[in-house]
């Protein structure tokens, strides 16, 4: 079976992404204790006890073909601090989602997160052949909504209703879920978009 988005590693000067292992599991640890990521109500991040049941989970979906995980490795210190995806595949249609993303505190706001975008929008446009790339995000993930905002996606529209909420400080609750897209007609002035942010970074 010939499959849409096989693994691959990807390597930028400020990240490499690697695809998932059961090795990289006391890294992701470390990584997700650094700020408690998982108290935040409004998305889905694994507890430092959960971690390696969500990395069996990542990786029968990647058997199924419907999800390429990856590890994203600090090249400074050669650790994985976070974890992010090609999700919601769809070959027939040469769409994929960037997602399932989080990183540890420490690297956050910084150009990590900007290169780590710009090679994975790149292999799906570039490689892959994709005509979109969706992200998708809560209603109230405002952090996630401005970060993927200044990728240069633009709001499809809202999913009111979308899902059921079963993080234990919001059970229940409903999800209205944000559908953001880059298309392949728009990659020329994201690419050249992030790649004047990687060498303009923030300074605050």
Not at 146 to 153: K, M, S, T, V
Request: include cysteine.
């Amino acid at each position: 079976m010939t499959v849409f988005a096989p693994a691959v590693s990807l390597q930028g000067s400020h990240v490499h992404l690697e695809p998932l292992h059961v090795t990289h599991h006391d890294d992701l640890v470390d990584a997700v204790r650094d700020g408690e990521l998982w108290n935040l109500w409004y998305t889905a991040i694994p507890t430092a006890e959960g971690m390696a049941a969500e990395i069996t989970r990542r990786l029968s979906l990647q058997t199924q073909g419907s999800m390429t995980p990856f590890a994203v490795v600090d090249p400074a210190s050669g650790r994985a601090v976070g974890m992010t995806t090609y999700m919601n595949i769809d070959a027939a249609n040469r769409r994929v989602e960037i997602g399932s993303t989080w990183y540890r505190r420490s690297v956050q706001r910084g150009a990590l997160n900007t290169e780590a975008k710009r090679l994975l929008l790149g292999h799906a446009f570039e490689t892959l052949n994709c005509i979109a790339v969706e992200f998708r995000t809560h209603f109230f993930n405002h952090a996630s909504r401005r970060a993927i905002e200044r990728l240069g996606a633009k709001l499809d529209g809202i999913l009111r209703n979308h899902q059921i909420n079963n993080h234990p400080l919001a059970q229940g609750a409903l999800r209205d879920t944000c559908v953001y897209s880059i298309l392949a007609s728009e990659w020329p002035s994201v690419k050249t978009h992030l790649d004047y942010q990687l060498q303009h970074p923030r300074t605050s």
